[in-house]
């Protein structure tokens, strides 16, 4: 019997999918397929063999296809989409909804077409309410529709606190909830470095600099580069979240999620920590939260309602 080759496709090859198939490739994580426009097709293709020319330097041996076609994404088990617009200093992620709700909703009436058994992940932004378009007009289970945002968030709290401490970045642990957006809820309380409370190690008035600079990170780097977002590290939890599915690691981290009922919400898309593994989002977990945490995440939901309900597909 020929063992089956794991297939992974990036649907979007500017900044984050571009980098994200080279991430994927590096690890050996299966067949890449590196998906743009039509218009955009040889530039696509040019960046998969500049990535395949660096396997043997790299010493990885991957599949990298570059493409505009769907054929190439068939079958895939993971589908990821990044295609839309990015935000520029002065905008907020919501100022995107409009545009990116159209081609997140194009991408999914394709990827709906050619792998219906995909475990979807969304990066596109807001990516709340993209998570919620792809849900919609994909009609998977929703344990197959995930979005990222909380790797992400988790990620620059944990870099942020380790700066602070001067120690390893391995031995922070956190926890961000909420929407992807000014209002996220970085979890203080159920934070540790070494499996010591940060609450004891950290001034209250320094972690909450730490906090507010992690709701506006994602900011901070759109002002310093100046024309577009994100990129490394939010590839880098692209892939956390696929190999988490495609070795069926069952890791527990952050992810958007559909609630139905989970903290007291029911039909929302929003971060929440969760079991992922080879069926996609296999558990989520409820944490219990003070009043104080609650209010923090209602008022997060509010964002994510607001901007979810202005989406007409
Ligand atoms: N959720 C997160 O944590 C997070 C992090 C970083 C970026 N983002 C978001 O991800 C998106 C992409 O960011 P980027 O920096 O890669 O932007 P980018 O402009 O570099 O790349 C976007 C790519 O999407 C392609 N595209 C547009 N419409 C398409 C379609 N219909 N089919 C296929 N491809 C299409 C574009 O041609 C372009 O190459 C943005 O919306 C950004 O805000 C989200
Ligand atoms: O901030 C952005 O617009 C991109 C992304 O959501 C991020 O947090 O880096």
Redesign the pocket.
């Known amino acids: 019997m020929a063992i089956k080759r794991n297939k992974i496709t990036v649907?979007?090859?500017?900044?984050?999918?571009?980098?994200t198939a080279l991430m994927l490739a590096q690890k050996e994580l299966g067949d890449v397929v590196l998906?743009?426009?039509p218009?955009?097709e040889n530039p696509?293709k040019g960046k998969v063999l500049d990535m395949l020319e660096a396997g043997p330097v790299l010493k990885f041996d991957a599949r990298i296809t570059g493409t505009?076609s769907y054929g190439d994404a068939a079958d895939s088990d993971i589908v990821i989409i990044?295609?839309?617009?990015?935000?520029k200093p002065g905008m907020s992620?919501d100022d995107?909804v409009n545009t990116?709700a159209g081609?997140v909703k194009?991408?999914c009436e394709n990827v709906k077409r050619v792998a219906p058994e995909s475990i979807v992940i969304?990066?596109?932004?807001?990516?709340d309410a993209?998570t919620y378009v792809a849900f919609r007009t994909l009609g998977f289970p929703k344990n197959r529709v995930i979005?990222?945002?909380g790797v992400?968030?988790t990620a620059r709290y944990c870099t942020f606190i380790a700066e602070e401490l001067n120690v390893s970045v391995e031995d922070v642990r956190g926890f961000v909830l909420g929407g992807?957006g000014d209002d996220m809820v970085p979890l203080v309380r159920y934070s540790s470095v070494g499996g010591i409370p940060i609450e004891t190690l950290i001034p209250a008035e320094r972690i909450a600099e730490i906090v507010q600079r992690t709701r506006v990170g994602?900011g901070e780097i759109v002002s310093l580069l100046g024309n577009?977002?994100?990129?490394y590290?939010?590839a880098a939890?692209l892939v956390q979240m696929t190999e988490a599915v495609l070795k069926d690691k069952k890791r527990i981290i952050p992810v958007i999620a559909l609630l139905e009922g989970e903290y007291g919400y029911d039909g929302l898309f929003m971060g929440i920590p969760a079991l992922l593994g080879a069926e996609g989002i296999e558990k989520i977990f409820e944490l219990e939260l003070t009043a104080e945490e609650k209010a923090a995440l209602d008022k997060s939901a509010d964002s994510v309602r607001a901007v979810t309900s202005v989406v007409t597909i």
């Open positions: 649907v979007g090859a500017g900044f984050t999918g571009s980098t998906l743009d426009i218009q955009l696509t505009s990044t295609a839309g617009i990015a935000r992620r995107l990116n081609i194009s991408v969304i990066l596109s932004n807001p990516v993209m979005g990222q945002s992400l968030d992807h994602g577009g977002s994100a990129y590290a939010p939890s």
